[in-house]
């Protein structure tokens, strides 16, 4: 089953590649707001001139500027402490520093999702059986989200495989008890996943806590294999530390944005449900606490009325978790449904995953004490979204661990079905229905699932690459580019026609309206360039409507 698993999973990922690479997606490092954009900069200073990121290298986004101005943030962020993580930049430097390009990054996380198919399946063998194995690398292959994040310059899918990586390395260490060699890798494995995501930290403590209480039950010596595993660990991470003494950063901080990422979302005015923000306490507190973490941890919680508050806010992310809703950031994975849609009917979401991931999880737990560190590591990762924020690309690493947890779900209730167990199945189908109906709960009134911003970011692209090739000679290709995009045109505002009345627009198609207006005024030109005045002049009286509805909106805005 796994390599019926690999192979569909690989037509899919050559199928989505084929329909979106002409479109807007592969050029979002283009949007100077983007993480993209950060990550782009960031591999190619690595790649060409800077390889120890000795100057300042992080982003100054609008939210960043909200805060305070660019000189302040020396000092709350220190100016050498690297930005973000540090696995990731260098891994793509290291690609463009032998010569490869964007497109090469892309086919190379496309193989590292295609990895985590092979991880989850060994995962599920070693801690299940070959039914759940099967099913596992199968649902794997077809996750949606997962071959979405490959597509683009985000670290999301190397977070997913480094940690799948660490969870499957130390089992196959309690495997062999006392080798040290296999301790020694366990602890490589968990090191590369604290350098792609520091809060991997939250996993590999507790793992090698509950690696010891596995090794006295068995009663194998367990000092010497955990010496091994944690020597490996801080050998793995001293490249960094090294780093950091020789350009003059605190040795021992992987990334500088805990203490901001904190603030942001876990003060008074946070709603979870939005994703990332900028807290209107953020200059405030920063320029106190001058971005210590402690300090700025304790005086975010203190905005709240009272700690109780706080807390209703982690259950409230936490809901935000429980919900099959992709929230976006930087990117929309609804707008990649509509930009590659021939493959839309194999794709695995979230809501299909969870509920049966919960039931998973309950039969689990009941067996062998291994299983603990697969529980972990989710659990490692709702820790980490709630005491953060919960947003589509942060989630992926632990909704993809869960898959092995959904496959013994689903295996164990069809097992119980065949085996004429109807009241036990009974009881576990009623678990997953009661989940689901929890996990499908819709989104807030007025909320729809693409936003104003995911129609505009790829619009704005594709209108800059259209006026590139048109400037460049290439009419038709330009034309060819702006009609694709145009696609995505909601069908709300693709039907108003000031002829036949008023129109009923939902907020959204109201506000992107101007975004497509530009979009088809660009067409007009190409059409004209044609020589093809009738599509001319549809696209210029397009632009006419679209133009007077973004008026119509500004005014009723004010």
């Known amino acids: 089953m796994l390599v019926v698993a690999l192979a569909l999973g690989a037509l899919i990922r050559v199928g989505n590649f084929l329909q979106v690479r002409n479109g807007p997606l592969p050029y979002f490092h283009t949007w100077t707001e983007s993480d993209m954009s950060f990550y782009e900069r960031w591999a190619r200073d690595v790649a060409t001139t800077d390889v120890l990121t000795s100057p300042r290298m992080r982003p100054y986004h609008t939210g960043h500027a909200a805060a305070g101005p660019e000189a302040a943030w020396d000092g709350w962020l220190g100016e050498r402490t690297f930005y973000q993580d540090p696995l990731y930049a260098y891994l ?37 059986d070959p039914g759940v194995a099967g099913l596992t690398a199968l649902l794997a292959a077809l996750y949606g989200p997962l071959a979405f994040y490959e597509l683009f310059l985000l670290k999301p899918v190397l977070i997913t495989a480094t940690g799948l990586l660490a969870v499957l390395t130390s089992l196959r260490a309690l495997d062999t008890g006392a080798a040290r060699s296999r301790w020694a890798a366990a602890g490589v494995a968990c090191g590369l996943s604290i350098l792609a995501q520091s809060s991997a930290l939250l996993f590999v403590a507790p793992a090698g806590v509950a690696c010891g209480v596995l090794l006295n039950r068995r009663r194998e010596p367990w000092r010497g294999p955990l010496t091994a595993f944690a020597v490996a660990v801080l050998a793995t991470l001293s490249p960094v530390f090294v780093r950091n003494v020789a350009v003059g950063a605190p040795p021992f901080v992987l990334s500088a944005t805990g203490a ?21 306490h953020a200059g405030e507190i920063l320029g106190r606490t001058q971005g210590r973490l402690a300090p700025t941890v304790l005086a975010t919680i203190r905005t709240h009325d009272s700690f109780a508050g706080w807390i209703g806010l982690l259950m409230r992310k936490l809901a935000v978790f429980w919900h099959w809703y992709e929230i976006p950031n930087n990117t929309s994975y609804y707008v990649y449904e509509r930009l590659a849609p021939h493959l839309d009917a194999l794709r695995v979401p979230f809501s299909f995953v969870a509920p049966l991931a919960l039931l998973g999880l309950l ?21 980490t979204l709630v005491l953060f924020y919960s947003i589509s690309r942060l989630r992926l690493p632990t909704a993809v661990a869960l898959i092995p947890f959904a ?41 729809q699932t693409i936003r104003v911003a995911d ?37 709300d505002l693709a039907a108003a026609d000031p002829r036949a009345g008023a129109a009923r627009l939902s907020l959204t198609s109201a506000g992107a309206a101007g975004s497509f207006a ?4 660009a067409a007009a ?9 009738d599509l001319m002049g549809a696209h210029r009286r397009r632009a006419a409507v679209l133009t007077t509805i973004e008026a119509q909106f500004a005014s009723a805005s004010r």
């Open 525 to 533: 030109v190409c059409a004209e360039a044609l020589d093809r005045p």
């Open 455 to 491: 129609y505009g970011v790829p619009n704005d692209i594709t209108l800059y690459r259209a006026r590139d090739r048109a400037g460049a000679g290439d009419a038709e290709g330009a034309l060819e580019l702006l009609e694709a995009e145009l696609r995505l045109e909601p069908a």
């Open 260 to 280: 901001w990422t904190f603030l942001n979302h876990n003060a008074e005015d946070y709603v979870p449900a939005v994703g990332d923000t900028v807290t209107r």
């Open 92 to 128: 793509v430097g290291a690609v463009y520093a032998a010569g490869g390009s964007r497109t090469t990054v892309f086919v190379l996380q496309g193989l590292l999702g295609l990895a985590c198919v092979a991880l989850l399946h060994a995962l599920a063998l070693r801690l299940f």
């Open 407 to 447: 496959a013994l779900g689903l295996v164990t209730l069809l097992r119980n079905l065949r085996a004429r167990r109807f009241r036990t199945a009974a009881t576990q189908a009623a678990l997953v229905g009661a989940a689901a109906l929890l996990l499908l709960r819709p989104l807030p009134a007025g909320t």
């Open 363 to 383: 039969v689990a737990l009941r067996g062998p004490g291994e299983r603990v560190l697969l529980a972990l590591h989710v659990a490692a990762g709702v820790a």
């Open 518 to 521: 530009k979009l088809h005024a």
